[in-house]
């Protein structure tokens, strides 16, 4: 399946995942990131905002803040910078995403990332929405990379380019790769 057609296929299978659902998954994909060694290791880690078909991060927010230093991407043209997370200082940015505000910081801080994706393979490969934003931020990154999704977004192959960027794992509500 070409890129294109998994993504549309990935949408209509997300279409119908329940609330309850994505919330159980949420909470049994966190708990699997807390029992990783990398990120009981980190003290900085980035999250993300989701969007109403992606894994939500509400709790992995909520939990964390408190024991890590949180950030989150922010749109910033064709780039993704990072800004440190602050529930009372966020606005709605690109793709009416909530994103922080405040200065940008340097990338290079990060230790772990939990990435969104649209469909991930057993080989550790993501595929994003196509605009390439994550493949440019995490180029230069030597965090931990945790793709998380649900179950349902793993597949069998993703047709990958020389700038894709593998996950160190994937890890859905049945499993870590």
């Given at each position: 399946?070409?890129k294109?057609d998994?993504?549309l296929h990935i949408k209509?299978c997300?279409?119908?995942?329940s609330?309850e659902?994505r ?15 990398q ?7 980035l999250?993300?905002?989701a ?6 991060t509400?709790?992995m927010l909520e939990?964390?803040?408190d ?13 993704l ?12 940015g690109?793709?009416?995403i ?5 200065k940008e ?7 772990f ?8 393979d057993?080989e ?8 390439g934003f994550?493949d ?5 990154s030597?965090?931990f990379?945790?793709g ?15 700038h894709d960027?593998?996950m160190n794992?994937i890890?859905t509500?049945?499993?870590i790769l």
């Amino acid at each position: 399946m070409n890129k294109a057609d998994l993504r549309l296929h990935i949408k209509k299978c997300k279409l119908n995942i329940s609330q309850e659902e994505r919330e159980s998954a949420s909470t049994i994909v966190m708990n699997k990131i807390e029992s990783l060694t990398q990120f009981k290791e980190s003290k900085n880690i980035l999250l993300y905002n989701a969007l109403p078909d992606e894994l939500p991060t509400d709790c992995m927010l909520e939990k964390w803040t408190d024991s890590k230093e949180l950030f989150l991407p922010v749109v910033a043209g064709d780039n993704l910078v990072i800004k440190r997370y602050n529930k009372e200082l966020l606005k709605v940015g690109a793709f009416g995403i909530l994103e922080p505000t405040g200065k940008e910081i340097d990338f290079k801080l990060i230790d772990f990332i939990v990435v969104p994706g649209v469909a991930f393979d057993r080989e550790l490969n993501r595929l994003g929405r196509g605009k390439g934003f994550y493949d440019k931020l995490l180029a230069n990154s030597n965090a931990f990379l945790a793709g998380v999704g649900y179950d349902i977004q793993i597949v069998d192959c993703i047709d990958t380019e020389p700038h894709d960027i593998k996950m160190n794992c994937i890890i859905t509500e049945k499993e870590i790769l």
